[in-house]
Nanobody, 132 residues
Framework: VQLVESGGGSVQIGGSLILSCVASGFTFDDSVIGWFRQAPGKEREGVSCINTNDDGHVYYVNSVKGRFTISSDSAKNTVYLRMNNLEPEDTAVYFC?????????????????????????WGQGTQVSVSS
């Protein structure tokens, strides 16, 4: 399993970025793939996740609802995170995560399982910085 993130950068308050996660080594269109973030001095936080099969169910943490949109493209084996109206509190390293042996279902329990370290493959992360 390999996950490669890209698209991070530095933006001003209210700006937008699109993160990409290119996945390989597993069946992409029958998986749950999600995004975590970790700010300096804080624990990792689940941001959003998506079911890449026909169900297409998505989940967002409350702090990003209405501003972030997750999507997947099975032809490109890629999951995207479009981030609009960015705030300084969004500054963090963003990680793409999945586990083919634990497909689960998008939601808080999936985030908890990945964060606990008992499951999950993680990308190397991409930095997002939001400044005034």
């Amino acid at each position: 399993v390999q996950l490669v993130e890209s698209g991070g950068g530095s933006v001003q308050i209210g700006g937008s970025l699109i993160l990409s996660c290119v996945a390989s080594g597993f069946t992409f269109d029958d998986s749950v793939i999600g995004w975590f973030r970790q700010a300096p001095g804080k624990e990792r936080e689940g941001v959003s996740c998506i079911n890449t099969n026909d169900d297409g169910h998505v989940y967002y943490v409350n702090s990003v609802k209405g501003r972030f949109t997750i999507s997947s493209d099975s032809a490109k084996n890629t999951v995207y995170l479009r981030m609009n109206n960015l705030e300084p509190e969004d500054t963090a390293v963003y990680f793409c995560v999945t586990d083919p042996l634990y497909p689960g279902y998008p939601g808080p329990m999936w985030f908890d399982t990945m964060a606990a370290g008992v499951a999950g493959y993680w990308g190397q992360g991409t930095q997002v910085s939001v400044s005034s």
